[in-house]
């Protein structure tokens, strides 16, 4: 099974920064497509960030110019570089990696998340 553990959440104050870190383990071959999730209070969790291999970034117009996804193959870590945070990015993030296992199998795993508070 592959692990999947997010973290560099916080509080921080509108204008801030925050980087997060995806970091996966287990036998990975490959990851192939990278997605952060937010999922606010009350609300459905909603993507901020992709990137497949060999792909270009995909943000939704609410994060488009702030939020930033990259890659770090020899470590297979994910980050999301989040600037001029503001308090509706406040949630909890998580990661989704998809590839492929050591020895070819498919993986799809969920992180268990980090929460991100921006106070006004």
């Known amino acids: 099974q592959v692990q999947v553990v997010e973290s560099g959440g916080g509080l921080v104050q509108a204008g801030g920064s925050l980087r997060l870190s995806c970091a996966a383990s287990?036998?990975?071959?490959?990851?192939?497509?990278m997605d952060w999730y937010r999922q606010a209070p009350g609300k459905q969790r909603d993507l901020v960030a992709s990137?497949?291999?060999?792909?270009?970034?995909n943000y939704p117009d609410s994060v488009k110019g702030r939020f930033t996804i990259s890659r770090d193959n020899a470590k297979n870590t994910v980050y999301l570089q989040m600037n001029s945070l503001k308090p509706e990015d406040t949630g909890v993030y998580s990661c989704n990696l998809s590839g492929r296992r050591s020895w070819g199998a498919a993986f799809n795993s969920w992180g268990q998340g980090t929460q991100v508070t921006v106070s006004s």
């Open positions: 287990g036998y990975i071959r490959s990851i192939d497509t």
């Open positions: 990137l497949t291999s060999g792909g270009t970034p």
